[in-house]
Nanobody, 127 residues
Framework: QVQLVESGGGLVQAGGSLRLSCAAS?????????????MGWFRQAPGKEREFVAS???????FYADSVKGRFTISRDNAKNTVYLQQNSLNPEDTAVYYC????????????????WGQGTQVTVSS
């Protein structure tokens, strides 16, 4: 069973930056290679529902939630089986546990129809 392992979270001041990483434990899972999966990031703040943040198709097309557009950038390195989320201009409202997910398409990920989920990494932004 593949594992998605997030890293890079931490405590940062408002206006600062973080780079989250999510590495798949194997190149091929459920008969498909990592490069053929769409990948995405979600977040869940205390007392709130999980929400979509960003996704990237297997062709490299990116989609973003309006709340992070222009501040966050999703990218992938298929040679490393890894997807990244560069977070700039962070503000306290970005404080949440961030989860990585893999799905069949970027549209499916947007609808939370994901095949695999990571365990999450905490991002805390102080004011």
């Amino acid at each position: 069973q593949v594992q998605l392992v997030e890293s890079g979270g931490g405590l940062v001041q408002a206006g600062g930056s973080l780079r989250l990483s999510c590495a798949a434990s194997q190149r091929t899972f459920s008969g498909r290679t990592f490069s053929s999966y769409a990948m995405g990031w979600f977040r869940q703040a205390p007392g709130k529902e999980r929400e979509f943040v960003a996704s990237i198709s297997w062709t490299g097309i990116a989609f973003y939630a309006d709340s992070v557009k222009g501040r966050f950038t999703i990218s992938r390195d298929n040679a490393k089986n890894t997807v990244y989320l560069q977070q700039n201009s962070l503000n306290p409202e970005d404080t949440a546990v961030y989860y990585c997910a893999a799905g069949r398409t970027a549209a499916a990920i947007y609808s939370s129809e994901c095949d695999y989920w990571g365990q999450g990494t905490q991002v805390t932004v102080s004011s």
